[in-house]
Structure formats: C-alpha cells, structure tokens
C-alpha cells in the first residue's frame, strides 16, 4: 500500500468515526476473535479497530482467523506486522486451540464469490454450515462472550419483488433450493437457524448482519460483480462491458460504512435482531456504466450483450436499511459517486496483476 | 434488424480437416480476405485450439505464436479469437502468450457437462480486458436443462456469451431450436451456435438457432472444418441476409475469400462422406474420422461399427486413443467369428 493509498484509508476511518467514537467504547482493552479475517470484511474491520487503537487509545486486541493467513502478510503487511494484530491460520471448520480471552467474534468466514460457489458448491457448504457450528461450539465453551455477530448474506432473502423498493429484514422471501447457485443462499439460511438455536439452547448473544454489496478499496477489482468489473474495464481503456440487463438495479456500500456499520451492530445490536448493511440507493447497471465511464478524460464505450427482453423480469438487489438508521441511528457517510472516485483511485496504483 | 455476430473459424477448425498442417502464408492470405470482407471475428490456431499441437491430436506444421503473430498481421480490423481448451492451454505458457499477441476474443470450451474447469481461463481473459465466452462441446450429449446449468456457470465465471457446439454434426434443427430457447430463457448473456454439417443440417441448424434467439454463429469458407465441415459462411451470411439479419459482412468480398480459401486452403472440399453420416448419427465427435478410417483399415474392420461402438462408450475429444482399442476388440471379435 503506498502513501495515497494510505491516506485514503485514513481519511476514510477519520470520516466515519468522527464524533461517534463513544459508541464503540465498550471495545476498549477487549479482545475480538475475526473468522474470515484477512477477507475483505477482515480487513475493513482491522483497518477502524487500529485507526480507533492508535487515535483513541482503545488498545483492543484483534485475533484474525484465516485459511489464507500467510499470504496477508504479503499483501497487507500494515496490518499484519502489528502488536495489535494476531494472525491464526486455520480451516474454519477445524477449530482447536484457540484463544480463550475472546470476549467479542465476528463470524465472517465464507467465500462470497459465484464463482467458487459454482465450481465447488459442496465446500461452499461445508465452510458456512460446519463452520458456524465449530464457531459456536467453540464460543460456548469461553468464559465470556459478550456478543457474537454472524455475518449473514443479503441473499438468503431470495428473489426481490419488482415492486419492492428495498428488501426489510422481516421479508420472507423464497428460494430455489436446487437451483446451480443456491447453495451460498441455502448455507447462509442454515447458518442462521445453527445462530438461532445456540442462542435459544446455549443462551449465546447471537446477531445476524445480512451484507449487501459493496464497492471500495481492498476489494478486489476480479472478483465478478458488475460494479468491480465495470471500474476494471474502465481503467483497462473500455469498452465497459454489461454483461445482461443494464437495467438491473443494485446499490453498493462504501467499506468504511460497512465496517463502521458491523461494528455498531456487534456492540449495540440487539441479540437475535437481524440487521441489513448495504445502500438504500438504488442505481442501474447501465446508469452505473455511464457514471464510471463519467470519471475518466476519455470516457470508456459502455457495451452490452443480451439476447433477450428481460423488461417483465428485472433483477433487483437493494436493501432497506431502516431498523439500523431507526434503532442504531447510523447512517450512510459516502454516496455512490464518491465510493466509485475513491475506488478507481485506489485502484489505479494497484498492479492489475494484483487485482 | 436483428444482428447476428459471426465468427469466421476457417482458420481454426479448417486446421482440422488437413491434419492442423496449415502454413504461415495460408493464414496470412485467407485472414487478410476475411478481413476486407468485414468478418468480425475470425479464429485462428490448432483444430483443438491454443496448445493443443501434439502426438495424441495431430502436431501443427507451425506453431501458436507464428500462427498468431502472422493472423494479427492480416487483421487490422476483424479480432482475432482463438479456441481454447484448458488442459491444452495453460494460463502461464499459452494463454498470457496470445493475449500478449494482440488476441482479442477467447472461447474457452470443455466437454458439455465440464465446464468447472473454465472458470480460472474466462477470469484470467476477463482480468487482461479481451473478450471471453464460454463453449461447450459435444452439446448433443446432455439434456438441456443440465446445458443450462453448465452454462449459468460460465455465466457466473463472467463469460460473456456461451455457444453450444454441435461438435459431432448430430442433431436436427428442432433440437437446437430447443436448446437454444431455454438456454435464453434462463441466462442473461448472448448465446450461440456453431454447427457441423454431418447429417447435411450445418445450414439448417444455424437458422434455426438464430430462429429461437442466438445472437451468434460459427460459419467457415467452403464449410472448411472437422469431419464433412462447419456451416458454409456464404452461405449462412447469404441466407441470414436474406431472411432480414444483419451480420455487417460485404457477401461479394466474402464470396472471394471463400474463393481464395477453395484455392489455397482447401485440399478437399468438405462433402458428406459414408462415414460422417454414421459419426453424425452415431453423435461422434467429427474429428475422429480420420483416424478412424486409418486404424479401421489397418486392422480391416468397419469403420461404421467402431463409430456406433465409440458413439456407444460417449467418447469425446480428446479421446482418441480410445479408438485402438474399440477397433482392436472388433477385429478380435471378427477373429472369433
């Protein structure tokens, strides 16, 4: 990471802790256990908990769980080379020897990426389901935990009704269980229901976050969602390429929002509530092509490909984030056009190899 | 006015109809005449595509980087595609190689109901910014709800189209009508067709895949490709044209370069042999049907039985080596009797 990109992190952690930062007190001197923790979520989180340790004096202690531990070094040694910071390299669902003075976890170990969904859909499973069973089982034999937040997915809720402006938590949606890709929702159903029962019979503290999607730094530029590949294209020259219906309407959370975000719910949210994280503000693929391309000198051709009309049936992904602005009294800090500047700038110091 | 992209793959499958021997200056005489005649797309390399020379499938005359570099050349305005197969094409030692070469479009294709190992090839084109779609050979050989899976895989991989390959000539245009429609049904991206005209349907077959909605199809001069060829792009172009597509290709132009292809190119002009009819029924691979010939003759079995035979065990490219023993167990079973 150079030291613009540094800066931007910075910038970012200072911006959406400023004057909320009493909120988190209760993370002060304690130790929070990461699952997925050199993820992108990993990551976000490690950057405030440190921006709060450094400025603010939290000195809160992060245990980082990961099957990739190894290669973070590599890739974000700011992060990994601190006193603050431990590294435990383990496969999720083989939990032994691990720290007994966790008193806060963060449950973020899955692999988001259809792709791998796909091709390995059987390990897709197993990570979620037998691993939140060995998070649980190991987090209740601890002396104290004081909250456990399991990130869930946006997905589990299924399909979006066309004439729903944002999926509520309370939406009970439907799912293809035997669809090709259901086997990350369905996990993530399941991984739910484990969360729901070791708080009903071990009296856990247990809170559901249901990411959305996101665009920001860290976030790689080849993972296959239409944002990251519209901004990959758009630094290669163009043409941005949309891949099915332009006017499929998604919406995308800036990472410092989201971790801010997560951390408040982990803190504040309420045992057994589930909270949506992710933005309200609703956008098109194809207006979202033509504001990426917007952000270049030459702005890059925007092209699509689809052989069919899809006008009756448009996807729509979008969350309604009123119980967490309502109950929790957050809010969105950086709109969509300033997430896709800080991104591309971000991203243009990047090796593309790296992406 | 519905456009349809063309891909030109004279240069590609074509190879496999004179046993991948194709020259240097072959390729730079027909891309240059395909490309004046507004081919969009014209592929180029081994019958089986970048990597792929070898004992086992037939070795090129020249090399991949020589085939490329020469088509390059003679393409300033077409892009150049290749066909990729992974496990003959590597990402490291193939791949990076042509992308490197000015290659702008990528068909990665794997057996019909083995498209998992697509998935790091499509992301390594789509990383580099070419243009990636996902193939699927011998489509004849699974349903079309488990090709609609295959394909939302690639879908989801980030290809950016997905063709079906009728790779053994074998089916009838109500079956590719079928496909095609629920492969549209159920993805997001373009879908199209490339046909072999074992059974006399390489024509038929394509129409009727741009009936049901594919936005893309295969032709080759002359029909030049595997077994008794592909869909004669002439013609195809001439047909679409006159059914109210549009494919932006100046059929006179193309007509000369089809000309320069039967010229240059073309030892023989693809025609409907005994054999291709059986491997089209038997749903055989059409690139088999040169060594099947060779072998069937040393050991003085019918070749029909061994494609019914090898059409019975589902071979698939890449299997050749399957046909000794297919043809050694007739000859011993001809012994006996």
Known sequence: MNHIQNEIILEDCKSVTSGQISRLEPLKNEKILITGGTGFMGTWLAEIITFLNDTYQFNTQLYLLSTHAHSYREKVPHLATRRDITLIERDIRNLKDLPEDVSWIIHAAANPDSRAHASDPLRTVEVIVDGTDAVLEYASRLPEVKKILNISSGQIYGAQPRDLGGIPENFVGGLDCSAFNAAYPESKRIAETICSIYRNQQRLPIVNARPFAFIGPWQGLDRPWAINNFIRDAILGGPIRILGDGQTVRSYMYPSDMAWWLLNILVRGKTGMNYNVGSPEAITLQDLAEKIAGQFPKPPKIRSGLSKDTSLNVSRFVPSVDLAIKTLDLKITTNLDTAIKRTILWNQMVNPLRW | ?337
């Open chain 2, 1 to 337: 006015m519905k456009k349809i992209l063309i891909t030109d793959v004279t240069l590609r499958d074509g190879n496999h109809a004179i046993s991948h021997k194709i020259t240097k200056e072959q390729i730079a005489l027909y891309a240059a005449a395909a490309d004046a005649a507004g081919v969009p797309i014209v592929e180029v390399g081994h019958g089986n595509g970048l990597g792929a020379s070898s004992l086992q499938v037939g070795e090129s005359a020249i090399d991949d980087e020589t085939m490329l570099r020469t088509a390059r050349e003679n393409l300033p305005h077409a892009k150049l595609g290749i066909h990729v197969i992974p496990g003959f094409a590597t990402i490291n030692k193939d791949l990076k190689k042509a992308l490197d070469l000015g290659v702008d479009v990528v068909r990665v294709a794997a057996h019909c109901t083995e498209t998992d190992i697509t998935q790091r090839h499509i992301n390594y084109v789509r990383d580099r910014g070419k243009e990636a779609y996902g193939v699927l050979m011998m489509s004849h050989m699974t349903s079309k709800e488990t090709l609609v899976e295959e394909c939302q895989k690639m879908e989801s991989y980030g290809a950016e189209g997905v063709m079906i390959f009728d790779s053994a000539g074998a089916y009838l245009p109500a079956e590719v009508s079928e496909r095609i429609e629920e492969l549209i049904d159920n993805l997001q991206i373009p879908v199209g067709f490339h046909a072999h005209n074992n059974l006399g349907m390489g024509i038929a077959n394509s129409v009727a895949a741009a009936e049901a909605g594919a936005s893309m199809i295969d032709g080759s001069a002359r029909g030049f490709g595997a077994g008794s060829g592909n869909a004669q792009l002439e013609v195809l172009v001439a047909v679409l044209e006159k059914m109210g597509y549009s494919t932006d290709i100046d059929l006179y132009k193309l007509l000369d370069a089809a000309d320069i292809a039967e010229n240059n190119l073309v030892k023989e002009i693809p025609r409907i042999k005994s054999l291709s009819i059986v491997s089209g029924l038997a749903g055989v691979f059409s690139g088999f049907s040169k060594p099947v010939e060779r072998i069937s003759k040393e050991y003085d079995v019918d070749p029909r039985d061994v494609f019914f035979e090898l059409g019975r065990r589902q071979v698939v490219a890449g299997q050749e080596d399957i046909i000794i023993d297919v043809v050694a167990k007739l000859a011993s079973q001809k012994k006996e009797r």
